[in-house]
């Protein structure tokens, strides 16, 4: 049984360029969440979706971030022209229903370097 | 903004003593969960606790939800040096609209030498 598969797992990207980060919930699960860990910090939610639909995006930035989790195919996290604080691990994580006491299981992350 | 403390930060012991680390929150949370994250690893999950005063044992761990639901506990028996690793405490609550958002802890790093 797959867990949560994300890619890649390394990205390096220069300043103004865009970021693409893919994950793939775990067999069965239709709820996606997606987190930040900057360095030297704790995780920092962003954005919760089901399929086709953004349930909760009260963590994301305002501008250059977007998610989307489409009917078909993986969630994926897109940051636009990234500046060097976007550097960071960004994991994604997966639960069967929507339910406060449903457990999360994270993925490995993709760590996103800023040249 | 719901915050969760934990307690202490840094831990460094000696195989076979034991341990506790505590997480504290002045809200309310309708479930809470611990993750074990290695470096360069996601978090891996032990166990979720929902029920005020809820005890869980996972081998030689420990897991304890408050009474009142804003507070929990990690115990280590005899802690070994593969339990070294960064302990995260994460709470969700009940929001409208649905969802599970989690608020992280601010991590304990355990290091335990033979």
């Known amino acids: 049984n797959a867990g949560v598969m994300q890619n890649p797992r390394h990205l390096v990207r220069r300043r103004g360029q865009e970021a693409r980060l893919r994950c793939s919930p775990m067999?069965?699960?239709?709820?996606v969440y997606w987190y930040r860990q900057l360095p030297e910090e704790g995780l920092k939610f962003m954005v919760y979706?089901?399929?086709?639909?953004?349930?909760?995006e009260s963590g994301m930035p305002k501008e250059r971030f977007s998610a989307e989790f489409p009917k078909e195919g993986p969630s994926i996290l897109r940051i636009q022209q990234v500046v060097r604080g976007d550097s960071a691990a960004y994991f994604c994580a997966s639960s069967r229903t929507g339910n406060s006491n449903q457990p999360q299981h994270f993925g490995d992350g993709t760590r996103l370097s800023i040249l | 903004t719901q915050l969760l403390e934990q307690s202490p930060q840094f831990l460094s012991i000696q195989e076979g003593e034991n341990l506790t680390v505590y997480c504290n929150s002045s809200?309310?949370?309708?479930?809470l969960q611990w993750y074990r994250q290695e470096p360069g690893e996601g978090p891996v999950l032990l166990v979720t606790?929902?029920?005020?005063?809820e005890v869980k044992k996972l081998k030689r761990l420990t897991f304890q939800f408050g009474d009142a639901r804003k507070d929990s506990s990690l115990h280590i028996t005899a802690a070994q040096t593969g339990d070294t690793g960064l302990y995260l405490c994460?709470?969700?609550?009940?929001?409208?609209?649905?969802?599970?958002?989690?608020?992280f802890g601010t991590g304990t790093q355990l290091k335990v030498e033979l």
């Open positions: 809200s309310v949370f309708s479930s």
């Open positions: 067999k069965g699960h239709s709820h």
């Open positions: 606790v929902v029920t005020g005063g």
């Open positions: 979706l089901q399929k086709e639909n953004i349930i909760d």
């Open positions: 994460a709470g969700s609550y009940i929001q409208t609209g649905g969802g599970n958002k989690l608020t």
